[in-house]
C-alpha cells in the first residue's frame, strides 16, 4: 500500500495514546444503524459498509435534476458515515459535474494538464492517455491526505469516479479521522489542541519530487496562487461539530511554535495512531463505482497496481469548502 512506511497500518499505539486497549476491536455500531434506513422523502437506502464507518447508497440517480430529498439524503449519508459508495453508476463526466455542484461550488485543480478536455472541472487519475486526457499518474508512494489542504479553505468533499479498474491494486483507503481523534487519551488531545500546521503546495511537490522522478516541479504561478498555508492540527466539522486530525505528512512542512524534528515526530506519532487496521476502510473499486467522501471527517490514500499491464481511469470532482 502507498505510504504504509512510517505512520502507516499495522502499528501499535504508543502506551496511553488510545483510551481503548483493544484498538484492534473497535465497536461497529449500534444495531439501529446498522440496518438500511429508508426515509419517506427519498427513494434512497443506506447500507453500512463491512467496517466502523461508510456506508453504500441505492435508489440514487447521480445527475443534476436528481430530487432534492435524494441529495439531501446523500449529504446527510456523507455526514454520518464520512464515506459513501454508489454502485453502476454510468460513465457520465458530465452528469458527475451537475450533481456535484448540488452539493456546493466546485473547485477548479491547480493546473490544467490533468483536467478533462470538456468538464474543467474534473481532474483525471491514472494512466489513460486517450481521448484528449492525460490523467495524473504517480509510480512512487503516496501519503495519507485531504484533498486541497494547502488552500485558504480546504475542500468539503471529493467525488470519485471509476471509470477504468485494474483488477487488482489502485485500491483506495481511507482512515476515520474523527474517531482516530475521540480515541486519544486527555493528555494527547490537551497537547494538539491548538497547534497549527503549515500546509505547503511546495512540501508536497518536493515529496513528489523526491519519491516518483520526472514529476514536473511546482510552477512560479501555482507558488504564487497557493501560499504556505497555516491550518489546525485538530479541526471541528462545520456541520456536525465533531473534531478530527487534519494530518497531511506528506503536504505539512512544519508545526508553528515547534524545530523542524520535534513537529515530524509529533506528526508520525500521531499518524501511527490513527493509521491503525481499526480506522480504515479499503476500497476495491469495480468500474462504474462512484465514491464521495467527506475531507473533513477522513484521510485517503491509494495502493499501488501494475501499470505495464492494467489501466486505470478516475474522475474526481472536488465540492470546495466553506469559510
Known amino acids: 500500500m502507498r505510504g504504509a512506511g512510517r505512520g502507516g497500518p499495522g502499528r501499535a499505539a504508543g502506551a496511553g495514546w488510545s483510551q481503548h ?6 465497536p461497529r455500531r449500534s444495531l439501529p444503524e446498522m440496518s438500511a434506513a429508508l426515509s419517506p422523502a427519498t427513494r ?15 435508489g440514487l440517480t447521480i445527475a443534476g435534476d436528481a430530487p432534492a430529498a435524494d441529495v439531501a439524503a446523500f449529504l446527510a449519508a456523507l455526514h454520518r458515515h464520512h464515506v459513501v459508495l454508489i454502485r453502476n453508476v ?17 473547485e477548479l485543480h491547480s ?13 483525471c487519475v491514472g494512466n489513460y492517455e486517450a481521448d484528449g486526457i492525460k490523467a ?10 485531504a484533498d486541497s489542504s494547502f488552500r485558504a479553505v480546504p475542500s468539503a468533499a471529493s467525488l470519485f469516479y471509476g471509470a477504468i479498474c485494474p483488477p487488482e491494486g489502485g485500491e483506495t ?4 479521522a474523527q474517531a482516530a481523534h475521540d480515541d486519544l487519551d486527555a493528555a494527547m488531545k490537551a497537547r494538539i489542541e491548538g497547534l497549527t500546521a503549515v500546509h505547503d503546495l511546495a512540501t508536497l511537490y518536493a515529496w513528489n519530487a523526491r519519491h516518483t522522478p520526472g514529476r514536473p516541479p511546482l510552477s512560479e504561478d501555482a507558488r504564487r496562487k497557493f501560499p504556505p498555508m497555516p491550518q489546525p492540527l485538530v479541526r ?44 480504515l476502510y479499503r476500497h476495491r473499486w469495480r468500474a462504474g463505482d462512484l ?10 490514500t491509494a495502493s499501488l497496481f501494475d501499470h505495464t499491464r492494467h489501466t486505470r481511469l478516475m474522475f474526481r470532482t472536488t465540492v470546495a469548502g466553506t469559510a
Open 291 to 300: 465514491v464521495a467522501w467527506d475531507n473533513r471527517s477522513v484521510l485517503h
Open 236 to 279: 471541528t466539522h462545520p456541520v456536525t461539530g465533531r473534531r478530527s486530525l487534519f494530518l497531511c505528512p506528506a503536504v505539512i512542512s512544519h508545526i508553528e511554535g515547534m524545530d523542524a524534528e520535534e513537529g515530524r515526530a509529533l506528526i508520525e506519532a500521531l499518524m501511527a495512531h490513527a493509521s491503525q487496521e481499526c480506522y
Open 111 to 123: 493546473g490544467t494538464t490533468h483536467t478533462h478536455p470538456l468538464h474543467p472541472e474534473i481532474f
Open 136 to 145: 495524473n499518474f504517480a509510480t512512487g508512494v503516496e501519503q495519507w491526505h
Open 44 to 58: 434512497v437506502a443506506t447500507h453500512p459498509l463491512d467496517a466502523s464507518f461508510g456506508a453504500e447508497l441505492t
Open 21 to 26: 486497549a483493544e484498538v484492534h476491536g473497535r
Open 173 to 176: 483507503w481511507f482512515l476515520d
Open 90 to 106: 454510468p460513465n457520465d463526466p458530465g452528469a458527475q459535474v451537475a450533481f456535484s455542484r448540488r452539493l456546493g461550488p466546485l
